[in-house]
Nanobody, 126 residues
Framework: QVRLVESGGGSVQAGGSLRLSCVAS????????MGWFRQAPGKEREFVAA????????YPTGSVKGRFSISRDNAKNIVYLQMNSLTPEDTAVYYC???????????????????WGQGTQVTVSS
């Protein structure tokens, strides 16, 4: 059974940084694109970042580009999301996701991902 477990969330003041981690089990992520989504209260789920199995990064235009960085450590089966210059608008639950099938490119749509973590809360205060 595939499990994705996020950690690293918490409370931070505006301008601060956090690094989220996602540990995968039951699937060797080496040949899978991985990503992060987030969902704030009362808002739709939003694509944050993705990384292909070759290491190519994908970000949405606008809010997070230039501030967030996704990376992966295939040897440890971990995906990271480094978040800098955080603002209150970044407050949300952040989810780690794994794309299906193997060798597929990263996507910006939630339906492309077959496994989701339970989420980790990020709260940014002004």
């Amino acid at each position: 059974q595939v499990r994705l477990v996020e950690s690293g969330g918490g409370s931070v003041q505006a301008g601060g940084s956090l690094r989220l981690s996602c540990v995968a089990s039951g699937r060797t992520i080496r040949h899978y694109s991985m990503g992060w989504f987030r969902q704030a209260p009362g808002k739709e789920r939003e694509f944050v970042a993705a990384i292909s199995w070759t290491g190519e990064q994908l970000y949405p235009t606008g809010s997070v580009k230039g501030r967030f960085s996704i990376s992966r450590d295939n040897a440890k089966n971990i995906v990271y999301l480094q978040m800098n210059s955080l603002t209150p608008e970044d407050t949300a639950v952040y989810y780690c996701v794994s794309v299906a099938p193997s060798l597929a490119p990263p996507r910006t749509t939630a339906s492309a991902y077959d496994y989701w973590g339970q989420g980790t809360q990020v709260t940014v205060s002004s």
